[in-house]
Each structure stands twice: as C-alpha cells, then as structure tokens.
C-alpha cells in the first residue's frame, strides 16, 4: 500500500510564496518521476511540474521563472516552491507519483488528496 500526503497549501496574497510537499509512504522499490497538478474551479486537470528520479525537471509555461520543484529522494518527497503567486494559480493541487512496489511489479501511479491553494487579489 502506498500513500501520497501533501502539506503547505493555504491563502496567500498577490505575490507571495508558498511551498507545497508531498511524501510518498509504504511499500515503495523506487520512484520514477514525481509531479504537481492544478485544477481549479471548472476547470481540467492540468500537469504543473515534474520531476525524474534523476532530477530533470520540466514546468508548465505558466509557472517558468516562478516556480521550482525539487525532489529529496532519501524522503521521497517532492517540493514545490511557488513565488509570486498570481490569482490564476488558484487552485487544488495534487501531488502524483510513478511508483514501483517492487523489483518484480510494474510501475503504477499513485495520487495524493490534494490540497488547496488560494492568491487574492
């Protein structure tokens, strides 16, 4: 069984930062990549940032130069550092990882309950 816990969301201003952590827990033989996902209100799902277990990293365009996600793979967690939040970056942001259970299993992706990001304005 393998969990996904993030923490660090809350209400910020224009502007300011937040760090959003996520840790993987249970029965895990490695983590391929690790990402961050947004949806807001009435809106899709969309793919954030990621991170390889080599640390590659990719980000969306909106967040480039804003946002930075790092990885701490003797944690298994996965961090993301958002400065200078806008409004449009409101939003439940959920942590997903790509884990393997074991040498023999497949790898398979987890989710974790999301957790709640708000910029006023």
């Known amino acids: 069984q393998v969990q996904l816990v993030e923490s660090g969301g809350g209400l910020v201003q224009f502007g300011g930062s937040l760090r959003l952590s996520c840790a993987a827990s249970?029965?895990?033989?490695?983590?391929?990549?690790m990402d961050w996902y947004r949806q807001a209100s009435g809106k899709q799902r969309e793919l954030v940032a990621r991170i390889t277990s080599a640390g590659g990293t990719n980000l969306v365009d909106s967040v480039k130069g804003r946002f930075t996600i790092s990885r701490d793979n003797a944690k298994n967690t996965v961090y993301l550092q958002m400065n200078s939040l806008k409004p449009e970056d409101t939003a439940v942001y959920y942590c997903y990882a790509a884990i393997q259970t074991s040498g023999f299993s497949s790898i398979r992706g987890y989710w974790g309950q999301g957790t709640q990001v708000t910029v006023s304005s």
């Open positions: 249970g029965s895990i033989f490695s983590i391929n990549y």
